[in-house]
């Protein structure tokens, strides 16, 4: 069965830091995509950032800069650095995995990140 | 604004059919694949369709998907009470290089 976790959320001062991890266990990780896709409170789903199974990377132009992600396939997980963060920047963030284009996605449950002073 | 367009929202009764459109561009639905993803209240998005049409498994056939052009639909047959929830379609935007999705459609099942 493939499950994502998603951690390292919490609440951050407006310019500071968190780093977000998404574990992943049942499916052959090296070959999957990984994407976050975050969800501001009480609004819709807007995608964040991806990391190919090639370790190409892709970005939201809102996050480009201040954002990085990254992925230890020895350790089954991807990383989202998330630099000089903005009340704007609030949000349920999930991990999604996906292998192709034509196969199913798979999501974590959230991490809620804050940013407020 | 999202780069896909759906209806805010949509309510049809117990036993009912419904659909919801998700409306995109050449880039985007005209030339990837479309998902849908069923949201409840406080809970993570479930993928309903994949592939345009394509069910995971669990995922009952009341649900179907369907894609002409730069548009796609989502059908759900056989209402039920349980399946108030919010509904997203999301596909990859190939000029954007982003993934995009619509801005949710809330349906309610009077």
Known sequence: ????????????????????????????????????VRQ????????????TSGHNTYYLDSVKGRFTIS?????????????SLRAEDTAVY????????????H???GTLVTVSS | QSVLTQPPSVSAAPGQMVTISCSGSYSNIGY?????????????PKLLIYQNDERPSGIPDRFSGSKSGTSAT???????TGDE?????????????????????????L
């Open chain 1, 1 to 36: 069965e493939v499950q994502l976790l998603e951690s390292g959320g919490g609440m951050v001062q407006p310019g500071g830091s968190l780093r977000l991890s998404c574990g992943a266990s049942g499916f052959t990780f090296p070959t999957f995509d990984i994407s976050w």
């Open chain 1, 40 to 51: 501001a409170p009480g609004k819709g789903l807007e995608w964040v950032s991806v990391i």
């Open chain 1, 71 to 83: 992925r230890d396939n020895s350790q089954n997980t991807v990383y989202l650095q998330m630099n």
């Open chain 1, 94 to 105: 999930y991990c999604v995995s996906r292998e192709t284009p034509t196969s199913p996605d």
């Open chain 1, 107 to 109: 999501w974590g449950q």
């Open chain 2, 32 to 44: 990837n694949y479309i998902s849908w993803y069923q949201q409840l209240p406080g809970t993570a």
């Open chain 2, 74 to 80: 989502l059908g759900i047959t056989g209402l039920q």
């Open chain 2, 85 to 109: 929830a919010d509904y997203y379609c999301g596909t990859w935007d190939s000029s954007l290089y982003i993934w995009v999705f619509g801005g949710g459609t809330k349906l309610t099942v």
